[in-house]
């Protein structure tokens, strides 16, 4: 009776996990075909960037393939749509794992997800807001009157959604920090130390997020990641475990 029931019990868990699942993906389904109609403005949004930072002028891109535009707006649509129904799909994880959780340990939890949200939100922004605008004007700077970009749509559309994706990543290393710390893995002492081995692991982590091998957007990466490394410190030191507790 006892293997019985706990076989019942992990059958109801994968129930509850299906029932769980097609929620999340109605809530994405409905999100995408929202963004659907939208998706061409959203994709000049997107965009706004790198038109801004264009020689005078010169104003539009290109598409090299004829369905290009249309799976194009396809995956901003579908970006969007998840961006969208994240709050629902993020429910859909709290109500599935809670009931598993002690109350301290969900307390936890819900904060660790609060700020990691947060945090990845802060690192699209300010890839998008900081580092998009003036690395792209640094970068099309080199165009003469016998050289001028041309620029593809889906490249475009690549190389952003993989920066914006890398950022908001990498942002969330003082989260990281804080768990590790409070579980007395690392201290602020320990990070202070080990700053040399940081600095390389932080350019390697860069050149390996970054899209393109140049060295230009790897410090583009690798600045932001050290302050986040310092605050990291920060964090430790304030929230870190204490010694002998």
Same mark, same amino acid.
């Given at each position: 009776?006892?293997?019985?029931?706990?076989?019942?019990?992990?059958?109801?868990?994968?129930?509850?996990?299906?029932?769980?699942?097609?929620?999340?993906?109605?809530?994405?389904?409905?999100?995408?075909?929202?963004?659907?109609?939208?998706?061409?403005?959203?994709?000049?949004?997107?965009?706004?960037?790198? @038109?801004?930072?264009?020689?005078?002028? #010169?104003?539009?891109?290109?598409?090299?393939?004829?369905?290009?535009?249309?799976?194009?707006?396809?995956?901003?649509?579908?970006?969007?749509?998840?961006?969208?129904?994240?709050?629902?799909?993020?429910?859909?994880?709290?109500?599935?794992?809670?009931?598993?959780?002690?109350?301290?340990?969900?307390?936890?939890?819900?904060?660790?997800?609060?700020?990691?949200?947060?945090?990845?939100? %802060?690192?699209?922004?300010?890839?998008?807001?900081?580092?998009?605008?003036?690395?792209?004007?640094?970068?099309?700077?080199?165009?003469? #009157?016998?050289?001028?970009?041309?620029?593809?749509?889906?490249?475009?559309?690549?190389?952003?959604?993989?920066?914006?994706?890398?950022?908001?990543?990498?942002? #969330?290393?003082?989260?990281?920090?804080?768990?590790?710390?409070?579980?007395?893995?690392?201290?602020?002492?320990?990070?202070?130390?080990?700053?040399?081995?940081?600095?390389?692991?932080?350019?390697?982590?860069?050149?390996?997020?970054?899209?393109?091998?140049?060295?230009?957007? #790897?410090?583009?990466?690798?600045?932001?990641?050290?302050? @986040?490394?310092?605050?990291?410190?920060?964090? %430790?030191?304030?929230? =870190?475990?204490?010694? =002998?507790?």
């Amino acid at each position: 009776m006892a293997e019985e029931d706990k076989v019942m019990s992990f059958t109801g868990h994968l129930r509850e996990l299906r029932r769980r699942l097609i929620i999340a993906v109605v809530a994405v389904s409905a999100g995408f075909l929202a963004s659907y109609y939208y998706s061409d403005r959203l994709f000049w949004f997107l965009a706004r960037p790198l @038109l801004d930072a264009l020689p005078q002028g #010169q104003d539009f891109m290109v598409f090299t393939g004829v369905v290009e535009p249309f799976f194009i707006y396809l995956k901003v649509a579908l970006l969007c749509g998840i961006v969208l129904a994240s709050p629902v799909v993020l429910y859909q994880v709290w109500a599935f794992v809670a009931p598993g959780l002690y109350k301290n340990e969900r307390r936890w939890f819900f904060f660790t997800v609060l700020f990691s949200i947060l945090l990845f939100a %802060a690192g699209v922004a300010f890839a998008f807001e900081a580092v998009f605008p003036f690395g792209f004007k640094y970068l099309l700077s080199y165009s003469t #009157q016998g050289l001028k970009p041309f620029l593809s749509m889906g490249q475009y559309f690549s190389m952003a959604t993989r920066l914006l994706l890398a950022f908001g990543i990498v942002f #969330q290393l003082p989260l990281a920090i804080l768990v590790l710390s409070r579980l007395g893995i690392v201290s602020a002492r320990q990070l202070i130390a080990w700053w040399r081995y940081a600095i390389v692991a932080i350019l390697v982590v860069s050149a390996v997020l970054t899209p393109t091998p140049d060295i230009f957007n #790897q410090l583009m990466m690798a600045g932001p990641l050290t302050i @986040l490394y310092v605050v990291g410190i920060a964090v %430790a030191l304030v929230f =870190g475990k204490k010694a =002998g507790k």
